[in-house]
T-cell receptor
């Protein structure tokens, strides 16, 4: 079983600040990395994916991947109350399956 | 856009009863998945179907069966429900090929009394 570790939180940030979420993994064969957002009582929603080392930006979200150190992170800039949710890290390899972390709960306080 | 549709959305069963959870996708995806999500446990894969005509066990398959009815539909059956199967069940689909993102349905909230 591939290990995917996330700090469960809760991570509390003030509105307008940067929220930084980290995910570490054990399988060096992992090739694809995804961040999902899950609001309470709702289903996971894909917000970012990254395949190569470095940074990938999409609006207020930036995903950072470092395969040598086996971590992937998500930065949320200018955090809004609507960003309050649980963020799931997932990784894939050559077996059609994704392995999910347990998630980090983010609370943005006004 | 419907995406991934799951039925029912809520269900209460008694121990020992059977039921089938239905999932259909309209994105022409080849691969489909069933997960369960329990508090503090994250998403755990029950079964998956990489392509039409194939099914494989995931991390927690015991007590479940699946049927890939056609390219669009993938059902999950509980033959004899147990309280330990109380959970939220999600169906997901993705394009064929490894490393593809998965898209989730709204979930089925199942309680076994």
């Amino acid at each position: 079983q591939k290990e995917v570790e996330q700090n469960s939180g809760p991570l509390s940030v003030p509105e307008g600040a940067i929220a930084s979420l980290n995910c570490t993994y054990s399988d060096r064969g992992s090739q694809s990395f995804f961040w999902y957002r899950q609001y309470s009582g709702k289903s996971p929603e894909l917000i970012m994916f990254i395949y190569s080392n470095g940074d990938k930006e999409d609006g207020r979200f930036t995903a950072q991947l470092n395969k040598a150190s086996q971590y992937v992170s998500l930065l949320i800039r200018d955090s809004q109350p609507s960003d309050s949710a649980t963020y799931l890290c997932a990784l894939g390899s050559n077996d059609y399956k994704l392995s999910f972390g347990a998630g980090t709960t983010v609370t943005v306080r006004a | 856009n419907a995406g991934v549709t799951q039925t029912p959305k809520f269900q209460v069963l008694k121990t020992g009863q059977s039921m089938t959870l239905q999932c259909a996708q309209d994105m022409n995806h080849n691969s489909m998945y069933w997960y369960r999500q329990d508090p503090g446990m994250g998403l755990r894969l029950i079964y998956y179907s990489a392509s039409e005509g194939t099914t494989d066990k995931g991390e927690v398959p015991n007590g479940y069966n699946v049927s890939r009815l056609n390219k669009r539909e993938f059902s999950l059956r509980l033959e004899s429900a147990a309280p330990s199967q109380t959970s939220v069940y999600f169906c997901a689909s993705s394009d064929l090929g490894s490393n593809q993102p998965q898209h989730f349905g709204d979930g089925t909230r199942l309680s076994i009394l």
